[in-house]
């Protein structure tokens, strides 16, 4: 059942994307979530949710639209890249809608927080990516400012798998910059 | 070749109020949190003489602070250094009440050595939200916070996690404990707690397969804990099976993830239950 675990660092490729959304996803066909799930009720749901930082997006995710997005992405990444032992995708709960199946899959991991973990297991000898995005869906417990960053640690260089992903977030209206 | 996870100790200490005042800030409630786990973690580790080799810490409810901006997970884990010499390493809520057994599968890749590793499960309303008091789905809910020291199985079929497919995830989840309590008849079912009319269909699916009895009228339902305290307090309290030790340990999530792990509880494990921590969790928050 078990891998074991190389003790060799992953001093190979190391690459990061960070930008953020500019505009409206569009990707399949816009669905309502169940945002009804998890109603806002009493006075205080609506003092504690006035009570958190604001955030300064002006473009806003639907969660069945991000769900899309973050599949579309896998299948990007499941085209180009080859070797990966561990996906890393920020997210939380609760949710409005499932995850995507490819997120259930056993070389994926979904946390609140990747970096960490990535790091961890890079730092192994795993080639590894960490996906992690803020989307703004400011629809109930996920807040967001609409940044979103990809990083990779490979064996392998990855340099032209790394530019495919950084093609498809331009296609979807994402701008930023490659460090390492 | 050990074909079941192996619970060598297990902690569960229950909210039975709420937990902070309105307006508590958000490092302060962390504080109290990681101090809380930290401690239990801690425990485990010294009563058992066991060295762990991964924390991982799993949630359902607690996403909103990290989410919103309030605290991030670099300063929890600062909070967690000074509280604890095994802190977690890192936090996940994505999987929702089925975490434990997504962090079991994943730790089974990462973990050589001796195979043991603690899973922490801590579900608090830290802000009260109606929503996560009572809902429709799995009634009334039941907070506290649960630590599992458990060494990792070999065999892959000790663990299932998937995904319901159908409109129906209650009824799919039931029929899949079935097929596993079928093929391992030596194993007694620890279900998740849930309102009588979902457990007339655990009733109806698994007429003649031995389970632990639903506690949800004492403890309402305690998310990933549920398994887990049935668990603790069947071999605490006595069960109407005798001295059982192997259980087929079920969690069903919201949104239809589900984990089914085969686990042996070993002779000299280290179970306590802890009534209400609240009082500890206020100290900790001031």
């Not at chain 2, 269909?201 to 698994?206: G, K, S, V, Y």
């Amino acid at each position: 059942m078990s891998t074991a675990i190389s003790t060799a660092s992953n001093t190979g490729f190391h690459r990061r994307f960070s930008g953020s959304l500019t505009g409206l996803l569009s990707i399949g066909r816009p669905v309502a979530s169940r945002n009804m799930l998890f109603p806002l009720k009493t006075e205080r749901d609506y003092a504690t949710e006035a009570g958190f930082p604001p955030s300064k997006a002006t473009v806003y995710t639907l969660p069945t639209i991000h769900s899309l997005f973050l599949n579309e992405l896998m299948k990007c990444v499941d085209t180009h890249f080859t070797g990966l032992d561990f996906i890393y995708v920020r997210l939380s709960s609760p949710s409005t809608i499932p995850l995507p199946n490819r997120l259930l899959k056993g070389d994926v991991f979904c946390m609140i927080d990747i970096e960490s973990e990535a790091r961890f297991t890079a730092a192994h000898g795993y080639n590894v990516m960490a996906i992690s995005d803020r989307f703004n869906m400011k629809h109930l417990e996920d807040g967001g400012d609409n940044s979103i960053s990809i990083e990779v640690w490979h064996k392998d260089d990855c340099s032209v798998a790394f530019g495919a992903i950084c093609d498809f977030l331009t296609q979807h209206k994402i701008q930023g910059e490659i460090h390492g | 070749m050990k074909n079941r996870f192996t619970l060598h100790g297990a902690i569960y200490s229950r909210f039975n109020r709420d937990v902070f005042p309105q307006g508590t800030p958000a490092h302060d409630m962390m504080r109290a949190i990681t101090r809380l786990v930290g401690e239990q973690a801690d425990r485990l580790i010294e009563r058992t003489g066991i060295e762990i080799e991964q924390h991982l810490m799993t949630s359902t409810a607690l996403a909103a602070p990290f989410n919103k901006g309030h605290i991030n997970w670099a300063e929890t884990q600062a909070l967690f250094a000074q509280a604890c010499s095994h802190p977690p390493r890192s936090l996940l809520n994505s999987y929702e009440c089925s975490g434990w057994g997504y962090v079991l599968r994943y730790l089974d890749r990462i973990t050589p050595g001796n195979r043991m590793v603690l899973v922490s499960i801590f579900d608090a309303n830290i802000y009260e939200w109606d929503y996560w008091k009572v809902h429709y789905e799995w009634g009334q809910s039941g907070f506290g916070v649960g630590t599992l020291l458990i060494e990792l199985a070999d065999a892959p079929d000790a663990l299932k996690v998937s995904s319901a497919r159908s409109s129906n995830p209650i009824a799919e989840f039931a029929i899949e404990i079935r097929k596993q309590l079928q093929t391992n008849p030596e194993l007694i079912g620890a279900l998740p707690f849930f309102p009588l009319v979902t457990q007339g269909i655990f009733n109806n699916t698994l007429k003649q397969f031995p389970r632990l009895p639903d506690l949800y009228a004492q403890w309402g339902h305690c998310f990933g804990s549920d398994p887990w305290l049935s668990i603790i307090l069947s071999r605490l309290n006595g069960n109407p099976f005798g001295d059982v030790r192997d259980f087929l340990a079920c969690s069903l999530a919201f949104s239809g993830y589900f984990s089914l792990a085969k686990v042996h509880v070993a002779e000299n494990a280290y179970l306590e239950f802890v009534p209400s921590a609240n009082d500890l969790i206020e100290a900790y928050a001031s």
